[in-house]
């Protein structure tokens, strides 16, 4: 395994203060993740999710999210684009043979638009909605469709460990997505993506982002 990486460390925007529901889903867990995985440096720029970001970070960041990266190099956004950028500089993330590379680049593209927002819409329901006398059977009607994404996902891992041959950043978005799935308790139905996410979040470079993650959320909200 080769890595490009040479010895800069980065900075990943992150939330101060979340609710406890959001620990450990908030996005900037990926870009952690990634970077343990191969041993990076980085430090967290914390924001205030409670208040409206300004243009300082809406110029780095322009929907006001977490996260973004910056080095030396490069300053972006979106954790799908920053684990493709950190994929790059390491082959433990992804792969340098070119169709193995970007057979990992579709499942990762897959995790964020093909999974991602048909959990999300659920999760919404549960979430944010849940007063609303409409929410169960929206729900309902939704979730067939959740379900359907979570077997043509099963199917097409099949017997693998991962998605697309060895441990790569398609694994930690889609592991990540997951999460959902995993906390609106939909796994145990789809056993084989039960393993799979028992696998990915059992990895070391995983414990640590989290610990990093939750190590950064301070116990009350911020003072209005």
Known sequence: MESRYRGDPGEVSAF??????????????????????????????????????????????????????????VQLFESGAILLYLGESDDRLLPADPQARWHATSWLVAALNSVEPFLGSLVDMRL????????????????????????????????????????????????????IAHDLDLLPAHPVLAAYFARGVSRPGHARALAAQLADFSDEPPVQ
């Open 16 to 73: 101060s203060w979340v609710p406890d529901f959001a620990r450990g889903n908030v996005r900037d867990l990926r870009v952690r993740w990634a970077c343990e995985e191969i041993g990076r440096p980085y430090a967290s720029v914390l924001l205030d999710a409670t208040h409206q970001r300004g243009p300082d970070y809406t110029c780095w960041q322009p929907f006001g999210q977490v996260p973004a990266w910056r080095d030396a190099e």
């Open 128 to 179: 944010f909605h849940a007063d609303q006398p409409w929410a169960e059977d929206a729900f309902a009607t939704l979730r067939p469709q959740a379900e359907q994404r979570l077997a043509q996902l099963a199917t097409a891992l099949g017997g693998r460990e991962w998605l697309a041959g060895s441990f790569s950043v398609a694994d930690i978005a889609m592991v990540t997505v997951l999460k």
